[in-house]
């Protein structure tokens, strides 16, 4: 079965510049989740959301980064403008529901030059 | 906001030894769960927990949520080199939905 499918895998890119970081959930399943992962604080959430709808967005570090769920089967994270502090490995998971474990990606390796 | 507690933060130890971790939190979790990482991957589930007391195995790993529901451990019995990686513990606070709180992980070498 696939699992949960990102692209592109590593991203290098001038600040300034616009990213968009795509993600497909494993199918059937209702809730999807993006994370950035740094080694200084780990793994946060970024926002979520459930049967498209985004639930929970605080952890969204500003208003350069956003996100969309067009479909069930599709979402990205887009950051304009790009900045070097922006610089990590974003993770998107999804879940059968927001309650049950979650299944992660391998993840979009972003450098912001 | 709430943070989990995981430790050791790192271990090194001869192919063939036990391991053991565990996470604490200050707040009552709904579910404990145990993740792998390895280079350039995503985190991989390893175990899920849904009962206070409840004792799951898998393989060589067995994890348990503590009876104050406040805890979990996670136990590897006779590693081997592939074990090496980091192992993140993760929870849903009771009464919340999609927020998933990690720990900080634990990093795992193992000497063949």
Known sequence: DAGVIQSPRHEVTEMGQEVTLRCKPIS??????????TMMRGLELLIYF?????????????????????NASFSTLKIQPSEPRDSAVY??????????????????????? | ??????????MFIQEGEDVSMNCTS????????????????G??????????????SNGRL???????????????????????GIYFCAGHEG????????GKGTKLSVKP
């Open chain 2, 1 to 10: 906001g709430q943070q989990l507690n995981q430790s050791p933060q790192s």
């Open chain 1, 50 to 70: 459930n049967n498209n709808v985004p639930i929970d967005d605080s952890g969204m570090p500003e208003d350069r980064f956003s996100a969309k769920m067009p």
């Open chain 2, 95 to 102: 009464g919340s939905q999609g927020n998933l709180i990690f």
């Open chain 1, 28 to 37: 059937g399943h209702n809730s999807l989740f993006w994370y950035r992962q």
């Open chain 2, 26 to 41: 200050s707040s009552i979790f709904n579910t404990w769960l145990w993740y792998k990482q390895e280079p350039g991957e």
């Open chain 2, 43 to 56: 985190p991989v589930l390893l175990i899920a927990l849904y009962k206070a007391g409840e004792l799951t």
């Open chain 2, 62 to 84: 067995t994890a348990q949520f503590g009876i104050t529901r406040k805890d979990s451990f996670l136990n590897i019995s006779a590693s081997i080199p592939s074990d090496v």
């Open chain 1, 91 to 113: 993770f998107c998971a999804s879940s059968l529901s927001t309650a049950s474990p979650q299944h992660f990606g391998d993840g979009t390796r972003l450098s912001i030059l």
